[in-house]
């Protein structure tokens, strides 16, 4: 269950994505282009300090952006590299926010929901009111009963793809919906997410 406050952000997640997405070389966007964010969807923290969010962004072409992202109450260090922006959050205060294939509690949760078949968590409103409607989901394809905590990562490139090593095997991290997985076609279990309009496999476990 991932606990969801009524918030003004500044900047706006839709702000900080139309920033930093012209950076990344794997986008496609560049300044100034219109970007709508087509679904998202949360995983839980176990720990429950840090927000785990996923956001598949729509370019003006169409095609579909995967640009996970962590929310944290205090720098992560060592991934100044990762960080997308600080954010004012009206209840949490500031907040820094980082492309999560930076981030080993991203590694961690994602791992862990495509081993074991996890899904999207459920969005509990923060003032107990009831839960929010979901603009996303996503399954893993996997049946193992647990999966071992991932505390360290190393990220590189390969195109349109976020290879996140960890101990435990390696997340193909897809930054561009239905982009090739790569040749040959990394064998492993997966992660489909699911949008307005739409589903893909979003990540692949090589292990």
Avoid at 60 to 86: K, S
Avoid at 178 to 187: A, E, I, V
Wanted: a negative charge; hydrophobic letters at 40%.
């Amino acid at each position: 269950m991932a606990v969801i406050h009524h918030a003004e952000l500044r900047p706006s997640k839709h702000e900080a994505l139309a920033a930093w997405l012209p950076s990344q070389q794997w986008s496609g966007v560049s300044a100034g282009d219109p970007l709508e964010i087509a679904g998202k969807f949360r995983f839980d923290d176990p720990a429950g300090e840090v927000g785990v969010e996923t956001l598949l962004v729509r370019r003006p072409d169409g095609r579909i952006l995967h640009a996970p992202l962590t929310y944290r109450g205090a720098p992560l260090p060592g991934a100044e590299a990762f960080l997308v922006t600080e954010m004012d959050h009206s209840v949490l205060g500031r907040r820094w926010v980082y492309d999560a294939v930076g981030d080993p509690v991203y590694a961690d949760v994602l791992r862990r929901a495509i081993v074991t078949g996890g899904h999207e968590a459920a969005l509990e409103r923060a003032d107990g009111s009831g839960t929010w409607q979901g603009e996303g989901a996503a399954v893993g394809s996997g049946s193992a009963a647990d999966s071992p905590t991932i505390s360290a990562v190393s990220v590189r490139s390969d195109g349109t793809r976020s290879l996140v090593g960890t101990d435990c095997g390696t997340l193909s991290v897809l930054r561009v919906v239905g982009s090739d997985l790569g040749t040959p076609y990394p064998s492993g279990e997966t992660l489909t997410g699911r949008w307005d309009g739409g589903s893909a496999v979003l990540a692949v476990l090589r292990t």
